[in-house]
């Protein structure tokens, strides 16, 4: 190719890419792998985003909903767990009975094992001791200070820094194509509202999780938010669709969950069950090298995502990088 030949090569590649803004712009999701699941995606927003597609949905109907733990960020181990065992620490010297308590010290030392073997009530007492009895304001401060200086075990950053590079590019493009994202995860909803939004871009009003009683009530001399004990919404499993109802009055079009314990079943068949265009994803952690690998016994989830027609995101082909910092 000679020298002017090479000119107008260069030149008409400048004007055909350079010219035309669509084709300069970077395309989306760089933390996908180019496939089926990444263009599932892609297609789906392009049909429900376009006036002139028999599956447009209006703006104000595009609404996402995303599991939180193991969704959007690494579940083990569990974020809101390692709060309550840190909150308990700090109780403890004014609770020597806790000494010989079975389920305080697994919960200091992190034992999650022993709530799964011992059933959900016990659980939910240790939480009713460390949420509950404060201000709303209290509260919010041990919640963004806990986000402030604990580290995940084993990658040794700050626990937000957890969270997967492709669900962060995916929250931003449905964003950025008119769509509502909203957090909706069995976590409390102030403990979530507490990251949410300098992690996820998700602001508080959009966090649906389990909610806890308030009182307000006159303490130390002025009125106040109270935490209590009660228990208004657990916000998993069955519990999501309840929960998404009650915050939003809308069916999701859009869903994230993940497998683990076939909390998300619930949820994505809420959305499956839209009469417009939807598109529900399945979080598969298969990659132990970069992750984790683990699955249901039943392989509940899996076998939801096969009945219903869920789109099921492998970590380890789908994504080319797991975590944000790396």
Not at 101 to 115: C, H, L, M, P, R
Not at 167 to 193: A, H, K, P
Request: aromatic share 12%; net charge neutral.
């Amino acid at each position: 190719m000679n020298f002017f030949s090479k000119r107008h090569f260069f030149l008409a590649l400048f004007v055909a890419v350079g010219a035309n803004p669509v084709m300069a712009k970077s395309l989306p999701l760089p933390a996908w792998n180019n496939g089926a699941t990444k263009q599932k995606i892609i297609d789906f927003v392009d049909r429900v985003t376009d006036p002139n597609s028999n599956d447009f949905v209006p703006k104000a109907e595009r609404m996402a909903t995303f599991d939180n733990d193991g969704t959007l960020w690494s579940e083990y181990p569990v974020v809101q767990f390692v709060f309550m065992g840190e909150r308990l620490k700090q109780l403890l010297p004014s609770h020597p009975e806790w000494k010989d308590d079975q389920a305080v010290q697994a919960a200091i030392n992190g034992e999650i094992e022993y709530f799964i073997k011992n059933g959900h009530q016990v659980f939910r007492k240790l939480f009713e001791i460390t949420h509950s009895g404060m201000s709303r304001t209290e509260f919010n401060k041990m919640a963004e200070e806990f986000f402030e200086t604990a580290k995940h075990p084993k990658y040794n950053v700050h626990f937000t820094k957890t969270k997967y590079q492709p669900m962060i590019e995916l929250l931003s493009y449905l964003r950025d194509n008119g769509f509502q994202t909203w957090l909706c995860s069995g976590g409390g909803t102030d403990f979530m509202r507490a990251m949410s939004y300098k992690t996820y871009g998700i602001p508080p009003e959009q966090v649906i999780g389990s909610i806890g009683g308030f009182e307000f009530i006159s303490k130390n001399g002025q009125e106040e938010l109270v935490k209590t004990s009660t228990v208004l919404l657990n916000n998993d499993k069955q519990g999501k669709p309840v929960g998404i109802t009650i915050q939003t009055g809308r069916t999701p079009i859009f869903s994230v969950g993940n497998v683990r314990n076939g909390g998300d079943i619930a949820h994505l068949t809420f959305t499956n069950g839209n009469q417009k265009p939807h598109l529900e994803l399945l979080i598969n952690h298969d990659d132990s090298n970069r992750e984790f690998a683990y699955a249901e016994d039943d392989n509940a989830s899996l076998k939801a995502a096969k009945k219903q027609g869920w789109t099921v995101v492998s970590m380890k082909d789908d994504w080319n990088q797991i975590f944000s910092f790396e």
